[in-house]
């Protein structure tokens, strides 16, 4: 309490312990939940200032320090949404290399073992409001694995957080695609953002402005709480392009790594947390898995 005491002092605000006639100032939660998130990252959390929008993937931690050692006094600014984005466990198509796109391929053992992690990690940080999830079946999963562990919540699905359609090429393992689709390669390797790929698929234009938008409706339905997402690689890499557009290219985003969204008023958002799997670090499990890169799919 001192040192709260401390940092309101240093703020110029006044705690009840300060005085026997105070009143609470407009910013007293905003500063105490700065206060918080200083204290959580001393003690070695994945959380960073928001304010902060990492370009690569930040060192894993040990995952037993947490958040939820804080949750009492864990904040959510009411003007934002906290956005848990989750990508999917690993698929055998994953571990194949094969290219999936809007094919409904179904978790491994890997993937479902990764979930549990994920979902375990989740279940002991501050509540859940909600879990959103793509309608396909490796990122469901994932989703109704956590929604199970925080509190037997309901999967909305949302079609909208859908992997990028990757028209000819699905299916294909991703080595061999040039060979046999080289138009549809050809295309998924361009560099424009409005080329889309023979055989339905989509351009990476197309895929930004409905995941984002999804997010965003999202975010406008759960202001001041946090909600979980499980979606796909291409999907996060799309999200962090709108969070942060002049961003350094990418690394990969692994199977159920953790990545915070915070979407204000506005439509301003920033990242917290990127590419978190701490709680993979002892499972074995951390390095497997094709796509989550500019490969994704």
Known sequence: MSSLRSWCIKEQLRLPCCSSSWSL??????????????????????ISNSTRRPTQQLKMTDSSSS?????????????CAEIIVVRHGETEWNADGR???????????????????????????????????????????????IAASCGG??????PELRERHLGDLQGLVYREAAKLSPKAYQAFTSHKTDQDIPGGGES?????????SSLQRIARKHKGER???????????????RACPNGRPLGRVLNTSVNIFH????????????????????TGYL????????TSG
């Open 227 to 241: 909600v979980v997402v499980a979606t796909h690689g291409g999907v996060i890499r799309a999200l962090y392009k």
């Open 99 to 145: 290219i999936q796109g809007h094919l409904d391929v179904e978790l491994n053992e890997v993937g479902k073992q990764q979930a549990a992690s994920v979902a375990d990690r989740l279940s002991k940080e501050p509540k859940i409001s909600a879990v959103y999830s793509s309608d396909l079946k490796r990122a469901l999963v994932t989703a109704e694995i």
């Open 67 to 79: 958040i939820a050692d804080f949750d009492s006094s864990y904040y959510v600014d009411p003007m």
């Open 25 to 46: 100032p407009s910013n007293f939660l905003h500063v105490c939940s700065k206060f918080c998130i200083k204290k959580v990252r001393h003690r070695g959390a994945q």
């Open 287 to 294: 390095e497997s898995g094709f796509g989550g890169s500019a």
């Open 204 to 212: 990476l234009d197309q895929l930004y402005q409905r995941c984002t």
């Open 153 to 158: 919540l309901e999967v909305i699905k949302d």
């Open 263 to 282: 979407l204000f008023n506005g439509d301003k958002w920033t990242i917290k947390t990127w590419g978190d799997v701490s709680h993979l670090k002892q």
